[in-house]
């Protein structure tokens, strides 16, 4: 198998990919990352994962799987971006309240010798408790909810906060490295 490269910034994806086993590099990609608007379709997270894998190919020295992935979360099929200040936060943080959601990562495996590529998509439904004004302050006074898109990273909700996850935590936390290996494998079929 090629060399594997991550082309994110993201400690989460690294960390889920280190416990899965992978080793890799990690470069960043150049492609600029923009929302034409909030409404939500596969396609366009999709899109947003490839472009940032062929954003990264002119950043890498040798030939390589490189590994892609975009994470949205979706209330209503409106996409929930990271908030921009503490209000923001507050009120992506209300508008999840005794709601559930869905998390959406779509991952690109990209070789970066023949630019043959596989996208992969995994979709986790969230249902939150109810939040009072002082569980949503707590949170932003004492996590970092600007950095996350939906204003909240799971792993580190305190308890109570959760009521159900239906699907993979991991996808949730920044990539599922089960749809990183099945994608790999589906790009080595195509080789």
Avoid: W
């Amino acid at each position: 198998m090629k060399n594997l490269v991550l082309a994110s910034k993201s400690p989460r994806r690294r960390e889920i990919l280190k416990k899965a086993g992978f080793t890799f590099d990690i470069i960043t990609s150049d492609y600029e990352e923009e929302l034409d608007n909030k409404e939500f379709s596969y396609q366009k997270i999709e899109t947003l994962a490839k472009n940032k894998a062929f954003g990264a190919i002119n950043n890498i020295k040798q030939p390589a799987l490189i590994i892609s992935a975009d994470t949205v979360v979706v209330l209503d099929n409106k996409i929930l971006t990271k908030p921009i200040d503490r209000n923001d936060a507050f009120k992506t943080l209300q508008s999840l309240s005794n709601r559930v959601h869905e998390v959406v990562t779509s991952i690109c495996i990209l070789d970066s010798e023949t630019q043959k590529y596989i996208i992969n998509s995994t979709t986790t439904k969230v249902e939150f408790n109810h939040f009072s004004n002082e569980m949503i302050n707590y949170y932003i006074d004492n996590y970092k909810p600007y950095d996350k898109a939906g204003a909240y990273g799971i792993q580190e909700l305190p308890e109570g906060y959760i009521n159900n996850i239906i699907g993979d935590i991991e996808n949730v936390i920044g990539l599922s490295s089960n749809t990183v290996k099945e994608s790999i494998l589906q790009l080595e079929n195509l080789l």
